[in-house]
Structures are given as structure tokens and as C-alpha cells.
């Protein structure tokens, strides 16, 4: 993990020298909307902030902005996975990425000499960070936005943004800073921010992506305008465990807002918070929690009821509010082609057998390459989410903002208020050409399901759902330094899910910083032969077998609970570990069986292996299960194992027992049984054998 030392003149973001009309909220409501949030939980800021400068800490840090500039965010995150260090959230804090450089740079010099000029410019007491235009040429219909661009439609004929800092100390920043296209303008980036490393205190118009997806933040993202907010998190780990926080709190637009047979328009509120650790080097896991409370029509807003409604789950929470969380874990193979493979498993309320189980569950995976065949790098992600997601039958416009969905940018791309289910796929492709700059290929693709359609705040299934099309999009863009600045082109579009075409051809030009500073780079570009990474005894393996298993199903109450027969089916996985000690290594997999004549998909998140002194090894893993039924079945799974080392040169022999725990899958299809619990429970249990061959 990285451990922050004092920072000294490192600023953060404000536009100086000018003054934008409409870009900065008006003094007196900012404070009242404060005061109001600081009613709700902040107070706990000032013990933080007091107690953290009590001790030897270092000052706040600015944060990169966020889908501003995809091509040196593109380099950023690549320099993160050769560093070894799992993020699990965005915006990136500026001092995480310059301690991340060193150790990148012993794999990838060119890299981190472009990025370490970038960060060039928030090496002074005040300067300009980031100023783009941007002007295209459209064609589009019905108001479909670019995905993660901040609400922008695709008919928006022009960008402009801009941010820049002040910093008076290390313990105070003040930014200011807006994003502008057709029909909007938001202050995004205009905030103050004042504490330490250890408890850092951000008032203002801060983006939040509590997700380590790059493309698709479940809880979290900045498909909508930016919302204001108040957030205090931490950049410097703490403990030895790498602890890291984050907890904000923000207000989205008015929606109409129905509670106890009383309606009202009101503004709710949404609190959200991130915990993780990294208790070992290249993975992290954390937890999340997004709340939407309060506004009106007689929901409970206090600071009790937020306390409550955060630490139980279940009960009135899930009747008196909205509430969402996560698990998330990302983890780093060091291997002679580095990569990064991460997860998040997302839930609507919880389930049935524990509040640790998430109902209606949302599943993204991920894996990205920071460099292939010396040039290219390719990132893939896929998401996948049950129904009612981002409806409520409370909050009558569920989680969104201006009617757009606080997370995945996929649930925009249906009826409004449709909670249909649904799957995106993303695959990104980078390259550097040797006549220079930056070309990158990406193309998303989304399936709405056909289960479900109609107004579900009932959580009834229709007999008739939309018939929504296959949506997809394809972008192209090319960037280069030229003479101080950045130029480039790109080329968007695709058909939405009403089978209507959309494009949009752009042109750009964003400050590239100063040729130099009063620091000079460590980095040169003279060496751009790349090095050897340090892997860390890792390794990338498959497996293949054959498993015994039974499977548990729980139809409905009251419907007796049947256990099929003892059956096999084949086995197949792939996976990857490092070594985390003199005997111990971690890993990640994905592994598929046939379990009752169904596809189960299991995700090891977490794949632990202790090494004898003989050729015996132990396992325990633990993940998220995929059941293959009539619809998705998804639940947490977990198990041990033991494996024979080397029965032959590269060749292990490997025996499992997984236990799956209430796969649950919603009663969304016409044919279910209809009953006062809206789930079907699977609990499976199996054992495998299988040989395993490491590369």
C-alpha cells in the first residue's frame, strides 16, 4: 500500500481571474443547504479534523477530474495497476497517483513521464488544471446522453469545461470549476476543501464513483449532473491494514414522493459511504452503502433515523427509505503481462438468511490490461442487474437525478421508471501509434430483458414487456500534444434501444500544461524501452474436472422444499495468484460447472491457497454464484479445498467442496408460482475433482 508523506504545495482545482456567471451557487443558499447537512451526520467531521491535525499528518490533496479528459485518465489508471495499487473508487486524489509513479516507472517509463508532466501542474500555490471546448457535428433523438458525461445529451453541439485551484496552505484549497453543453450548466469542480490526509473535509460540487468499474459504478457514477455535496474521506491509508473512508452526503433533484397514502414533491436526500482495506499488497476489498431518505410527504429524516436506517437494514429501513450496497474488491496480477481483475456485487434491500445477502443483485466483473504487446492496452468489463433497480415505490422517480439514474449509465437506456433487468457489455481497446499520440477503440453493448416491462413500482410482473432493442455504441478517439495543447477527434454512435440511430462527430482542444516547471520531471522520455515487472511468484492457471452435486430449491412458503438427486456434471475454470508470502498465495477465478442440467457461474473474488512443506496445499475461497435457471439466480458461495502440488511438472490435482447459500431469483416470469415472498431460494452443494495446469 502507499503511505502519503507530507505534502508540500500540492493544490487542487479552482478557475482563477474569472468569474462565470451561474457557475458558483450564491453564498447564503450554500449555507443553508450546509447547515442543513451538517445536522445529519457531519457534526462527526470537526472530532475527525481536529483529532488528525492533533497529530503529524499531511494536507489536503486535490482530485483529478473525472470523464474530462478520457485520454490522460486512460494513462492514470494504467499506472495505477503497474504500481500495484487496487483502487476501488474515483476521483483518483492527486497525491495517490505521484507516489504511484516510482514504481510504475520501473515498468513503463514513457508512461509515467506523460503523466508526470500532467500532474506538472498541480505542483504550484494556484493555476488552471483542466480547460476544454469542444464543438461536434450531431444527430439524435429523444434525448439519449452520452453515457458517464454528466447528463450530456448526444445533440449537444458543444463542450466547455474548466477547473483551477487556489491553495493559501497545505490545509486549505480552495476550487472552482464548471462543466457547460446545450441547455446546462454545472459548477462541477467548485468546492473548498480543508483537513488532513487522515480526514479531509470537500464542500461543494465534488463528483463520486464508488465503484473500481471504470465504465459502469452500479451505486454511484456520474451519469448525471454533478450534485452538491459534503464528503470526508481519507487519502493516506491507515493501520497497517491500509484502512480508507469515504462518506458523503448530497440532495438530488425534486420528485414526487409517496409515503402512508401521503404524496408531496420534495428533494430527497442521499447518503453514501465507502469503507476498504488493502490488507495485502495489489488487493483490496471494501463495502458500500447508498441511502435515499427523507424530503417529505412524512418520511423521517433525522440523524436518529439516518444512524438507524444505516446500520440495520432490514425492518423499517426497507419500509420508510431506499437503500443499496456493495461489495467490492480488486485485485492486481504482477505477472510478465500485468493485469487488474475486479468486482463489485450490488444489492436493492437484502435477503432472505442474513442482511449480508443483497436482494435483487446486481453483478459487475472486470479485467484490464495496461499494456499488451508493448503498445496496446484493452480493458473488458460486463454488468449484470436484476429488476427494480433505480425504481421505488416510495420515491416515485427512484434514484435519480433530472431523470437520469444515479448509477449505471445501461438503466438510462429504457422506459423510464421500467425496472427491467438488464446486461452491458464494454471492451476498450488503447494504442499508441509511432507516429504519436493516442487512439482509442471502445464498444458497448446492452440487453434489456423481456421478463419485465411496464410501470414495476408494484413489484408485480407484466404479462407484456417492452419490446426494447439490442442498444449499442462505438467510439473512436484520437489525441496528441501540440505546441502546449491537446488536439483530437472523435467519432460516436450507435442505436438505442427504441432502434433509433444516434452519432455525434467532435473536435477538441484542452490545455495541455506548461512545458515546464519550477520541478523538474524525474522522468525522461529517452528511455522508452520497457522493463520487467516484479511478479511476485504469480501465475495464471485452468482447470478442468468433473463435480458431484445436489441442489435445494425453496419454491415458495408453504410449498414443501424439494432436494434433487445426487448428479455430476463437467467442470471448467480459469484464474490467476500471487504469492502474498513464504507459503501462502492469493488469487482470483471464474469457474463453470453443470449443476442439475444448469449453467453456474462462479466468481472467486477471493481465492486463498497455504503451501505445506510437502506437496499438499489448503484452499478457502469465497465469491458470488450465478445459477443459469429461468431467470438469474445470484447469491454469495464459498468453500475449501484440498490440492496435491506437482503430481507431474506444472500439474495439480485438486478436490473442492462449494456450498452456495439462498440463490435467490425473482418471481418475474408468468409461469411462477405466485405467493407473499417474491423470491425462489436455490441452495447448492458441491463437491469437485479436477486437475490444474499453471503457466
Not at 450530456?152 to 457547460?180: K, R, T, W
Not at 468453500?639 to 440463490?663: F, M
Request: hydrophobic share 35%; charged share 20%; proline share 6%.
Amino acid at each position: 500500500m502507499l503511505n502519503a508523506p507530507k505534502l508540500t504545495g500540492l493544490p487542487g482545482n479552482l478557475i482563477y481571474g474569472t468569474r462565470l456567471e451561474g457557475f458558483i451557487p450564491r453564498g447564503a443558499e450554500l449555507l443553508r443547504w450546509f447547515t442543513v447537512t451538517s445536522s445529519h451526520g457531519f457534526a462527526i467531521a470537526a472530532v475527525l479534523l481536529a483529532a488528525s491535525a492533533a497529530a503529524t499528518a499531511a494536507g489536503v490533496t486535490a482530485y483529478l477530474p473525472m470523464n474530462l479528459e478520457p485520454e490522460i485518465e486512460r494513462q492514470i489508471e494504467r499506472v495505477l495497476i503497474l504500481a500495484d495499487e487496487p483502487i476501488l473508487k474515483r476521483p483518483f486524489s492527486v497525491e495517490l497517483v505521484k507516489l504511484a509513479l516510482p514504481q510504475a516507472c520501473e515498468v513503463d517509463r514513457p508512461l509515467c513521464t506523460r503523466v508526470s508532466k500532467y500532474l506538472e501542474r498541480y505542483s504550484r500555490d494556484y493555476a488552471v488544471t483542466h480547460a476544454s471546448a469542444t464543438g461536434a457535428a450531431t444527430h439524435a433523438k429523444d434525448n439519449v446522453v452520452v453515457p458517464n458525461q454528466h447528463g450530456m445529451p448526444v445533440d449537444s453541439d458543444f463542450e466547455l469545461s474548466a477547473i483551477a485551484y487556489a491553495q493559501p496552505s497545505d490545509y486549505l484549497l480552495v476550487s472552482a470549476g464548471a462543466i457547460s453543453y446545450r441547455g446546462r450548466t454545472t459548477p462541477t469542480g467548485s468546492a473548498v476543501s480543508f483537513g488532513t490526509s487522515w480526514a479531509q473535509l470537500d464542500v461543494g460540487y465534488r463528483d463520486h464513483w464508488l465503484s473500481p468499474m471504470t465504465d459502469s459504478s452500479t451505486l454511484i457514477s456520474t451519469e448525471t449532473p454533478t450534485t452538491p455535496s459534503v464528503t470526508l474521506s481519507n487519502y493516506e491509508p491507515l493501520t497497517r491494514l491500509g484502512f480508507q473512508y469515504e462518506l458523503f452526503l448530497t440532495r438530488i433533484s425534486s420528485q414526487e414522493i409517496s409515503y402512508n397514502g401521503v404524496r408531496a414533491s420534495g428533494d430527497p436526500r442521499i447518503f453514501a459511504a465507502q469503507f476498504s482495506i488493502e490488507p495485502l499488497s495489489g488487493w483490496s476489498i471494501g463495502f458500500n452503502r447508498l441511502l435515499e431518505y427523507g424530503g417529505g410527504a412524512g418520511l423521517p429524516a433525522s440523524a436518529r433515523f439516518l444512524a438507524r436506517d444505516f446500520f440495520v437494514p432490514s425492518g423499517a429501513s426497507q419500509n420508510q427509505g431506499n437503500q443499496q450496497a456493495s461489495y467490492v474488491s480488486r485485485f492486481i496480477v504482477p505477472a510478465k503481462t500485468p493485469f487488474a481483475v475486479y468486482f463489485q456485487y450490488a444489492g436493492e434491500d437484502n435477503e432472505d438468511g442474513g442482511s449480508y445477502l443483497l436482494g435483487s443483485p446486481a453483478t459487475s466483473v472486470g479485467i484490464d490490461f495496461p499494456r499488451i504487446l508493448r503498445y496496446f492496452d484493452l480493458t473488458y468489463e460486463i454488468s449484470e442487474w436484476s429488476n427494480i433497480w433505480y425504481v421505488h415505490n416510495i420515491f416515485l422517480a427512484g434514484t435519480t437525478n433530472d431523470h437520469l439514474v444515479l448509477g449505471n449509465w445501461g438503466a438510462d437506456q429504457r422506459n423510464f421508471n421500467d425496472g427491467v433487468g438488464a446486461r452491458s457489455q464494454m471492451l476498450r481497446v488503447g494504442w499508441e501509434p509511432s507516429f504519436g499520440g493516442y487512439l482509442e477503440e471502445r464498444v458497448r453493448t446492452l440487453q434489456n430483458q423481456t421478463y419485465f416491462g411496464g410501470d414495476n413500482r408494484t413489484y408485480v410482473a407484466t404479462p407484456a414487456p417492452f419490446p426494447y432493442h439490442r442498444y449499442y455504441d462505438f467510439t473512436l478517439r484520437y489525441s496528441r500534444p501540440w505546441n502546449g495543447v491537446v488536439v483530437g477527434g472523435e467519432a460516436f454512435g450507435g442505436r438505442d434501444v427504441d432502434g433509433k440511430s444516434f452519432s455525434r462527430l467532435a473536435g477538441f482542444v484542452r490545455y495541455g500544461g506548461d512545458a515546464r516547471t519550477r520541478d523538474e520531471s524525474p522522468y525522461s522520455e529517452e528511455d522508452d524501452e520497457p522493463q520487467t515487472a516484479d511478479q511476485h511468484g504469480a501465475e495464471v492457471f485452468v482447470n478442468a474436472g468433473v463435480n458431484a452435486n445436489k441442489v435445494r430449491t425453496d419454491l415458495e412458503k408453504g410449498i414443501p422444499i424439494t432436494t434433487s438427486p445426487l448428479g455430476y456434471g463437467p467442470h471448467f475454470a480459469v484464474g490467476a495468484r500471487r504469492a502474498v508470502g513464504t507459503s501462502n498465495d492469493l488469487g482470483v477465478r471464474a469457474e463453470f460447472d453443470q449443476i442439475d442440467d444448469h449453467l453456474l457461474i462462479g466468481l472467486r473474488v477471493v481465492d486463498y491457497r497455504h503451501r505445506f512443506d510437502g506437496p499438499l496445499a489448503f484452499d478457502l475461497f469465497a465469491g458470488v454464484a450465478r445459477y443459469n435457471v429461468q431467470t438469474p439466480a445470484t447469491s454469495l458461495y464459498g468453500g475449501a479445498g484440498v490440492e496435491w502440488r506437482d503430481i507431474l511438472p506444472y500439474w495439480d490435482l485438486d478436490l473442492d467442496y462449494r456450498y452456495g447459500q439462498n440463490l435467490a431469483r425473482d418471481h418475474v416470469l408468468a409461469s411462477d408460482v405466485q405467493g407473499v415472498r417474491p423470491e425462489t431460494f436455490f441452495k447448492i452443494e458441491s463437491t469437485t475433482l479436477y486437475v490444474t495446469r499453471r503457466f
